[in-house]
T-cell receptor
Framework: AQKVTQAQTEISVVEKEDVTLDCVYETRDTTYYLFWYKQPPSGELVFLIRRNSFDEQNEISGRYSWNFQKSTSSFNFTITASQVVDSAVYFCALSVWRDDKIIFGKGTRLHILP | KAGVTQTPRYLIKTRGQQVTLSCSPISGHRSVSWYQQTPGQGLQFLFEYFSETQRNKGNFPGRFSGRQFSNSRSEMNVSTLELGDSALYLC????????????????FGPGTRLTVL
């Protein structure tokens, strides 16, 4: 069975601080995909990144970066120089190859304080 | 390109009633998935349709059903509503690749917020 754990339920940081959201996943499959989604107050899930299990390269996109470590089954997400607009709930998710459903973590609610 | 649309956005029903929610995917997308989001259980997969066929189903009772039409629009139905069915129901579409949905980005709609009284 697959499982995604986001241990941080809620985080508050002051604007311009860096913040890391943790994600630990469990799966016995060797081919799988990891995702991060952002859910702003409007409710719509916004796709941020997809990473497959064979690509452990870290990725940076503007102020966002992702650290994928298979050895610790983690896929952490860092926001550098946070902004108030980053306030949202962030979900980490997992899907195994040839399985059409995505397993979501419980989410981390991020508050960026001005 | 228009995004995923869901109707209605808000719905209030009473216990025992049934409800139908609608989802129109992005033009050209043939795969539609449904998710239920509640404070207690979080985001949970309901089912996925591709070319009018249900390909995968989550762990929900038979009161939850869905279908997909030839134009890829999808509906989900919940019969005999219970208080616990109150949730945000999200629909997502993707342009399915040959290796399966997980190869492709899922685009989510704004959701339908269902309240059961």
């Amino acid at each position: 069975a697959q499982k995604v754990t986001q241990a941080q339920t809620e985080i508050s940081v002051v604007e311009k601080e860096d913040v890391t959201l943790d994600c630990v996943y469990e799966t016995r499959d060797t081919t799988y995909y990891l995702f991060w989604y952002k859910q702003p107050p409007s409710g719509e899930l916004v796709f941020l990144i997809r990473r497959n299990s064979f690509d452990e390269q870290n990725e940076i996109s503007g102020r966002y970066s992702w650290n994928f470590q298979k050895s610790t089954s983690s896929f952490n997400f860092t926001i550098t120089a946070s902004q108030v607009v980053d306030s949202a709930v962030y979900f980490c998710a997992l899907s195994v190859w040839r399985d059409d459903k995505i397993i979501f973590g419980k989410g981390t609610r991020l508050h960026i304080l001005p | 390109k228009a995004g995923v649309t869901q109707t209605p956005r808000y719905l209030i029903k009473t216990r025992g009633q049934q409800v139908t929610l609608s989802c129109s995917p992005i033009s050209g997308h043939r795969s539609v998935s449904w998710y239920q989001q509640t404070p207690g259980q979080g985001l949970q997969f309901l089912f996925e349709y591709f070319s009018e066929t249900q390909r995968n189903k989550g762990n929900f009772p038979g009161r939850f059903s869905g279908r997909q039409f030839s134009n890829s629009r999808s509906e989900m139905n919940v019969s005999t509503l219970e208080l616990g069915d109150s949730a945000l129901y999200l629909c997502a579409s993707s342009s399915l690749g040959t290796s399966g949905i997980v190869d492709n980005e899922q685009f989510f709609g704004p959701g339908t917020r269902l309240t059961v009284l």
